[in-house]
Nanobody, 130 residues
């Protein structure tokens, strides 16, 4: 059974940093795409960032470009990280890890499509105070 477990959320002041982690288990994820989405109260779940199986293909939402960095472990390829810098109050949301059984070797906007993701975590809360 596939399981995704996020950690690292919390409360931080505007301008601060947090790093989220997500560990996937239950099958091999060596060629899968891993991503992060977020959902604020009353809003749709939106794409944040995604990374391909080699780690070379990365795709970001415009709202986080230059502030957030996605990475994944090179060995087991079952852990994905999201380094979040220069956090803003509008980044407040529940952040979800997701896995898509599609391999991307180059950055492509399809990596941001919610519909390609097959597995989802339970989410971790990030709150940015002003």
């Amino acid at each position: 059974q596939v399981q995704l477990v996020e950690s690292g959320g919390g409360l931080v002041q505007a301008g601060g940093s947090l790093t989220l982690s997500c560990v996937a288990s239950g099958r091999s994820f060596s060629t899968d795409t891993m991503g992060w989405f977020r959902q604020a109260p009353g809003k749709e779940r939106e794409f944040v960032a995604a990374i391909g199986w080699t780690g070379g293909a990365k795709y970001y939402a415009d709202s986080v470009k230059g502030r957030f960095t996605i990475s994944r472990d090179n060995a087991a390829k079952n852990t994905v990280f999201l380094q979040m810098n220069s956090l803003r109050p509008e980044d407040t949301a529940v952040y979800y890890c997701a896995v898509a059984m599609e391999a991307f070797t180059t950055s492509h906007r399809a990596m941001g499509a919610k519909g390609i993701y097959d597995y989802w975590g339970q989410g971790t809360q990030v709150t940015v105070s002003s």
